[in-house]
């Protein structure tokens, strides 16, 4: 396990104002000495932006937004936000190029914009990258990977706040997992391909895609990860709990 790992609770289209008094339980586990290393983010649906940040005030959790517009300035845009918005918001990440928007017309040139975008309200990013199952089949992970890194990043500066988050798109929300050499070998290959793009050493990794209570300890054996973006089980806060307290043990 390295360092300060980051568990980044993606809420996706879920949670009303009830369910975020579960996280009360989450916030008092953060401020016990052994898990303050933990770097936990929540991304919950831009309604409740404003009452997370109420709630983890007196916390170290962050939070985020799940998405952003590509245009830098206010436009006629009707039901969408930008980088500008959430920045005032009060948000400090957002998470960019899910599989979930790029099924619905995200490609890497408006990711790269709203990257941009995003860096310029000086909101960090998480990037996510990952191969559809037929990709996959087809021996094109690495392919597909390379051109969501160069493309989506192009003409960025070389960035240590980025945190890239690895998702294979036949993982998320199906239960499955990718083989851990596999996805110990998958990270490693990341890793080259952005020191090869931006000569950046040590950029941080998470794995995201079906992360869950049961299989944490088997994906916290792959000591490159630098922590997880999780869907599903991060709406219930016994769940993420169980995730965090199995990482940091
Ligand atoms: P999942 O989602 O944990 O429900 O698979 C992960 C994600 O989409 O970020």
């Not at 980051?6 to 579960?22: E, H, L, P, Q, T």
């Not at 089949?137 to 945190?163: A, M, P, Y």
Request: glycine content about 6%; some cysteine; charged content about 20%.
């Amino acid at each position: 396990m390295t360092n300060n790992m980051f568990f980044i609770a993606n809420w996706k289209m879920f949670g009303d104002f009830k369910s975020v008094n579960s996280v009360k339980k989450v916030i008092k586990l953060s401020k016990i000495k052994k898990y303050k290393k933990a770097q936990i983010i929540y991304c919950p649906p831009f309604t409740l932006i404003d009452r997370f940040l109420n709630l983890v005030k007196n916390s170290k959790i962050t939070v985020g937004a799940q998405n952003c517009h590509y245009s830098e300035k206010p436009g006629p845009f009707t039901g969408s936000i930008n980088s500008d918005l959430i920045k005032s918001s009060g948000a400090k990440y957002v998470i960019i190029g899910h599989s979930e928007n790029r099924v619905t017309g995200d490609t890497n040139q408006i990711i790269n914009l709203k990257i941009k975008s995003a860096l310029k309200k000086k909101l960090k990013v998480i990037y996510c990258i990952g191969e559809t199952l037929n990709e996959k089949k087809k021996n094109k992970t690495n392919l597909i990977l390379r051109s969501q890194i160069i493309h989506g990043l192009k003409n960025i500066k070389k960035n240590n706040s980025i945190i890239f988050a690895y998702e294979p798109v036949w993982s998320i929300g199906t239960g499955i997992i990718p083989k851990i050499n596999n996805l110990e070998k998958q990270i490693y290959d990341i890793k080259n391909m952005i020191f090869k793009f931006w000569k950046l050493k040590n950029p941080k990794i998470i794995y995201g895609g079906s992360v869950n209570s049961k299989n944490i300890s088997e994906l916290n054996k792959i000591s490159s990860i630098n922590g997880f973006l999780v869907g599903g089980a991060s709406q219930n806060s016994k769940n993420f709990i169980d995730i965090i307290k199995k990482t940091i043990n």
